[in-house]
């Protein structure tokens, strides 16, 4: 019996469909053009704009330059208030070039500034925080120990690895629940 990780969740080939032909029609291509640009056959764009396939890192890469969007575009999934993305889960797309699987966590905006912090807490009284400027967005992932984080009754429990999401322009909180608990937190702010 093997002791390897079991592969990785497999991105919804309805997320990239959607996007596809969200970026396309933004961008007022044809199937024909968009796969002109992009290096590959028209059957093969068809196919991932009706969910169909099983694209690549390149092919995605290929239609996000085609298209003049970034990667994330493509493979973002919708967005609800409070995020959270599990160790070991989120979407992933594989190279066919080599061993290299990408896992999305978070796209920036444009226009977005992002402030890093590497923040170390202990169990006792939870660390309230008032909303920051509007428009403000914080995520934040788990290296050790237990964190409950979010928003004022949304709070959820993480552990290592676990990446969450949420508004910061609305109260929220970290409260560590073991000794030498670290995680990494971005402020996004617009």
Do not use: C
């Amino acid at each position: 019996m093997s002791d390897a990780a079991p592969p990785p969740s497999r991105l919804p080939l309805d997320w990239i469909a959607a996007s596809l032909r969200r970026e396309r029609t933004r961008a007022g291509l044809s199937l024909s053009e968009l796969a002109k640009r992009a290096g590959i056959a028209k059957s093969t764009l068809s196919q991932l704009e009706a969910g169909g396939g099983n694209p690549s890192v390149e092919t995605l890469w290929a239609l996000g330059v085609a298209l003049g969007v970034p990667f994330s575009a493509l493979v973002e999934p919708p967005s609800p208030a409070v995020q959270v993305i599990r160790s070991g889960e989120g979407p992933t797309v594989a190279s066919e070039r080599a061993d290299y699987v990408a896992t999305l966590l978070s796209a920036s905006p444009p226009g977005a500034r992002r402030d890093i912090y590497h923040l170390r807490a202990e169990p006792g009284a939870a660390r309230e925080s008032e909303p920051h400027i509007p428009g403000s967005v914080e995520h934040l992932v788990v290296s050790t120990g237990r964190l409950k984080a979010g928003p004022r009754g949304e709070a959820v429990e993480l552990g290592p690895g676990d990446y969450m999401t949420y508004r910061g322009d609305v109260p929220h909180a970290y409260e560590a629940l073991l000794p030498g608990t670290t995680f990494v937190l971005i402020m996004q702010h617009v």
